[in-house]
């Protein structure tokens, strides 16, 4: 029998991502649709491992968070570890206002994925480069993939098929290395 995972988050389209990425490598999981506890840290990996923990304490079950974020190098990282925040208050049109004139668009999405169970804890990692689109196109993903265009493409991520983001994708490597130990 497979080993089962939980996936705990409270962004529906960011779970559903990660359960098709894990069944790629052949992993069942289950998403747990609840709040993170949200600390303030200017670090991904601190951020999700800390929420794992306060999720494992509810749930008592092997269970993986993501904390992911957007980081703008015009804007020194931000929004980063504020991209929830700031895609609720201001969104993709504020961020490309931001940009507005700026030549330099480069941006990375990371993902620190943090795997909590009984007795053991790891954080495993995902980036991938890009640049930030001068407008949004695209309608599929989320949050900021319709200005998000990674490296050697042409394309935002909100235009590429699923299984294209989740070959390259932030998240699908941060995943590929937690497949690997789980
Ligand atoms: P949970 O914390 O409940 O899991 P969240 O939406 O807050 O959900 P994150 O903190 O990991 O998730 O992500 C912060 C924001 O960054 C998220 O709301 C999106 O706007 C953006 N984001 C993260 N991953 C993304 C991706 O693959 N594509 C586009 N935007 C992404």
Do not use: C
Not at 83 to 92: L, N
């Amino acid at each position: 029998m497979g080993k089962r995972v939980a996936i705990v988050t409270a962004n529906r389209a960011k779970g559903e991502e990660a359960k098709r990425i894990l069944q790629g490598f052949g992993i069942e999981a289950e998403v747990v649709e609840m709040e993170k506890l949200e600390v303030q840290s200017e670090v991904l990996e601190e951020i999700a491992l800390r929420a794992a923990r306060a999720a494992f304490e509810v749930l008592k079950r092997p269970l993986v968070v993501d904390d992911s974020g957007l980081f703008v190098e015009a804007l020194n990282g931000f929004p980063g570890p504020y991209s929830s925040y700031v895609f609720k208050k201001i969104g993709i049109r504020g961020i490309l206002k931001l940009l507005e004139g700026e030549a330099n668009r480069s941006a990375y999405f990371k993902t620190a994925l943090a795997f909590v169970s009984r007795d053991v804890e790891r954080v495993f990692v995902g980036v991938v480069r890009g640049r930030i689109a001068e407008e949004p196109r695209g309608s599929r993903g989320f949050g900021f993939d319709p200005i998000f265009v990674p490296e050697g493409e042409d394309r935002t991520f909100a235009e590429m098929e699923s299984w294209e983001k989740d070959r390259i994708s932030h998240r699908a490597r941060a995943y590929e290395a937690f497949a690997k130990f789980f």
